[in-house]
């Protein structure tokens, strides 16, 4: 059964919008910790625009908080994670004029450098994860190059208007998710899930980890941090309640 990673890096947008030190995504984190979810998830980007270096420094330090932090394959963060030693790193492409990542890695076109890539953290003791886009080629890439995990881009699936194409995006979806755990990766997916479509997603028995985090932070406008955080919890156990017969074994 899925369990929700809470991804904070939009209670630190709204913080940035305005320069202040308020809402802090240190303190969403201790929330998300407190109510038992899988890790939480910070993404420091080059240009700083939400998560500066201080906040991933101090969530880092929440006891019991499973830290998953995404970074872009550039030098100047890769250094930060590796000294910081979070529990995960997942591996995401990044572009400056992007409003989110726009797609997965393509680790097929350089299998060697991510390779040598996750080698580095695993040899500090940090668990790999790479972000692809429901493609097989890119998951038996990714298989090659020594990494413990995959995030499934939902993007595509999150994004369609139309009930067919819903469908045949969670059928890619979970046709890479059985490929990558055919391969001995563990599982993850993200991108785009909110309240509305997260159980299909869920319901996908192989999936173990579901990173969310602008519909929570959206709903927490609302309903505030805590409530936002356990009705998504909710909704993807439910939908693990539900798996057929078969997914079950």
């Known amino acids: 059964m899925a369990k929700l990673g809470v991804n904070v890096d939009h209670v630190a947008t709204l913080r940035e919008a305005r320069k202040t030190e308020y809402p802090d995504p ?19 980007r080059e240009d700083r625009r939400h998560i500066q270096d201080d906040d991933v420094a101090r969530i880092r330090q929440i006891p019991s908080c499973r830290l998953n932090l995404e970074l872009a394959p550039e030098d100047e963060v890769i250094l930060i994670a590796l000294k910081i030693r979070p529990e995960q790193v997942t591996l995401v492409p990044e572009k400056r004029e992007e409003l989110t990542t726009e797609g997965g890695l393509d680790v097929a076109a350089r299998p060697a450098f991510f390779a040598e890539l996750a080698k580095r953290f695993r040899e500090k003791g940090i668990t790999v994860s790479l972000f692809v886009d429901p493609d097989l080629r890119q998951i038996e ?3 090659k190059t020594g990494a413990d995990a995959v995030e ?12 067919k ?28 899930l909110n309240y509305k479509n997260v159980g299909p997603i869920a319901a996908i028995g192989i999936l173990e980890e579901l990173n969310i985090g602008h519909s929570i932070v959206s709903q927490a406008v609302y ?26 074994g």
């Open 26 to 44: 240190f303190v969403a984190a201790q929330i998300a910790v407190k109510l038992g979810v899988s890790c939480v998830t910070v993404h420091l």
């Open 141 to 143: 890439a990714s298989a």
């Open 152 to 163: 499934i881009n939902t993007a595509e699936y999150s994004e369609t208007k139309t009930d």
């Open 165 to 192: 194409g819903a469908l045949a995006a969670l059928a890619r979806v979970e046709q890479a998710a059985k490929k990558a755990e055919s391969l001995g990766l563990s599982v993850h997916a993200g991108h785009g």
């Open 223 to 248: 309903d505030g941090f805590e409530n936002a955080v356990s009705s998504m919890m909710r909704l993807i156990e439910d939908a693990g309640k539900n798996l057929t017969t078969d997914e079950h």
